[in-house]
């Protein structure tokens, strides 16, 4: 079983950065797609991000040219740049992967954008 531990959430003014990790317990290579969710308050979770391990890149739209996905297959970590953050990003972001047909699931940082 391999865990994820995300970090670098926190409180950040709007027009900010923050750079989320997620360290995994075990070996990320056998993972096909790793990625980034998140949910609002009073929303559903909603996918923000993906690699999948041979490096194509998904984003919602909301955050295309703002936050970048990246991966550390050595350090077996995953990685969220957000950048020009805004309040409607604020949210639980989610470390997510999928490997052998399961899903893995951090426990979740909470990003907030406020002035």
């Known amino acids: 079983q391999v865990l994820f531990v995300e970090s670098g959430g926190g409180l950040v003014q709007p027009g900010g950065s923050l750079r989320l990790s997620c360290a995994a317990s075990?070996?990320?290579?056998?993972?096909?797609?790793m990625g980034w969710y998140r949910q609002p308050p009073g929303k559903q979770r909603e996918l923000v991000a993906s690699?999948?391990?041979?490096?194509?890149?998904n984003y919602v739209d909301s955050v295309k040219g703002r936050f970048t996905i990246s991966r550390d297959n050595a350090k077996n970590t995953v990685y969220l740049q957000m950048n020009s953050l805004r309040p409607e990003d604020t949210a639980v972001y989610y470390c997510y992967g999928k490997r052998l047909g399961a899903d893995y699931w951090g426990q979740g940082t909470q990003v907030t954008v406020s002035s």
């Open positions: 690699m999948t391990n041979i490096g194509v890149t």
């Open positions: 075990g070996n990320i290579f056998g993972f096909v797609v």
